[in-house]
């Protein structure tokens, strides 16, 4: 299978998994071992400035006011760990370029820039991401859980969190509650 890196999953209407359901989730990585990706529209009702406090690092944090001022549920693999999916800007400790317009960051100093002159112009923070072993991925594609579009920076970052499962559906094409989730094979 093509690699889906740089694309969105989009959670089948009948995905009733309570903690997938109607998520979208951006794939930063996808070869022959797995898949990595970030949920994109899941805000765990804490502000980017209440985390900054709460890691104690900043004092008094400029007031973040942009779509990523919320921080997300990124996926239920290691919640207690923070990824920052940011447009590309100065390379902090752990960075890692995904594609010429996005960079995914897991270290602390990226944290520290934000709302500052030194942040990223678009960013998302989340705790946690969705992980897929070797294989399985495909097979949950296979078995109609999730569709798949390329990710567009729109839907990233200008979007409402909570139109964007509506807005990525939307992009299909056509009305993905008229899909069937059973799968044939001739």
């Not at 200008?158 to 992009?171: C, F, K, M, P, V």
């Amino acid at each position: 299978m093509e690699s889906l890196q740089n694309h969105f999953l989009i959670a089948m209407p009948s995905l009733k998994d309570t903690f997938f359901e109607r998520s979208v989730i951006y794939i930063c990585e996808h070869d022959e071992k797995g898949a990595m990706g970030i949920m994109i529209n899941r805000p765990i009702g804490i502000e980017v400035n209440e985390l900054l406090l709460q890691m104690q690092l900043k004092e008094e944090p400029e007031l973040i006011t942009s779509l990523g001022s919320k921080v997300l549920i990124g996926g239920p693999v290691t919640p207690e760990r923070g990824f920052v999916l940011h447009t590309p800007q100065s390379t902090w400790n752990n960075s890692q370029s995904l594609t010429d317009e996005l960079m995914l960051t897991t270290s602390r100093d990226v944290l520290s820039a934000l709302g500052s002159d030194t942040a990223p112009e678009q960013f998302i923070v989340a705790l946690g991401y969705a992980g897929w072993s070797r294989d399985q991925l495909e097979q949950e594609l296979a078995e109609n859980t999730w569709l798949s579009i390329p990710a567009t920076a729109e839907l990233l970052f200008s979007t409402e969190y909570e139109d964007r499962w509506q807005r990525a559906t939307e992009s299909l094409g056509f009305d993905i509650w008229q899909l069937s989730n059973q799968t044939g094979h001739a």
